[in-house]
């Protein structure tokens, strides 16, 4: 059995920062691909970043140059350093990873979130 927990996340003002973690748990099991995702009220849960097991990484245009999302392998865990936040990045944050886990295969994780609120 596998789990992700995201923590981190809180209130701070616009131009502030915050630096969330994802740590998986459990046992018998490989990350592959993992990811950050957010959804803000009424509206649909979109990519934020999301970093590869050899470490490439992929951002959204809206945090790109603000965001920063690395992995330590060793430890299970992800990260999101998030630098001059808006208001408009007031979401929850979803840790989502692809396990490999041994004799069942690849399967698909999400975290609980995480809420990032970030006032003007």
């Known amino acids: 059995q596998v789990q992700l927990m995201e923590s981190g996340g809180g209130l701070v003002q616009a131009g502030g920062s915050l630096r969330l973690s994802c740590v998986a748990s459990?046992?018998?099991?490989?990350?592959?691909?993992m990811g950050w995702y957010r959804q803000a009220p009424g509206k649909q849960r979109d990519l934020v970043a999301r970093?590869?097991?050899?470490?490439?990484?992929d951002y959204a245009e809206f945090v790109k140059g603000r965001f920063t999302i690395s992995r330590d392998n060793a430890k299970n865990t992800m990260y999101l350093q998030m630098n001059g936040l808006k208001p408009e990045d007031t979401a929850v944050y979803y840790c989502n990873a692809d396990l490999t886990i041994w004799y069942r295969g690849r399967e698909d994780y999400w975290g609980q979130g995480t809420q990032v609120t970030v006032s003007s």
């Open positions: 970093i590869a097991s050899d470490g490439s990484t």
């Open positions: 459990g046992s018998s099991f490989r990350i592959n691909a």
